[in-house]
């Protein structure tokens, strides 16, 4: 299994407005096509207005191919339309589990 570790930066005064847009408009597409939701978590203390999210995949070639349905959806092509410049940066990691990981 391999983790795609995603940290975004949301503007200032947009956190509630995106997470609820994901929530709403984003989540069901991205379960649709990928899946495996680890988790999603918002920052509370530490570096503010940022999200987190996790997806595993059996691998990387999986992971290419999930995201590619993902972004052939239309949906996703409205949701990106209605988010764009919500985003101030992101930072993406593929992690993998320790062998003693409860997450395998």
Do not use: C
């Not at 509630?16 to 408009?25: A, H, L, R, V």
């Not at 349905?69 to 930072?91: C, F, H, I, N």
């Amino acid at each position: 299994m391999i983790i795609d570790h995603r940290t975004y930066n949301v503007s200032h005064g947009q956190i509630k407005t995106y997470i609820d847009m994901f929530e709403s408009m984003g989540l069901p597409i991205q379960l649709k096509h990928l899946g495996n939701l680890i988790g999603y978590f918002e920052t509370t203390i530490g570096p503010i207005n940022q999200v987190i999210h996790l997806w595993g995949y059996e691998n990387l070639t999986d992971m290419e191919a999930r995201r590619a349905a993902r972004d052939a959806d239309p949906d996703w092509a409205v949701y990106k339309k209605k988010t764009a410049g919500m985003l101030v940066s992101q930072e993406n990691k593929i992690v993998t589990p320790a062998s003693f990981s409860p997450i395998r």
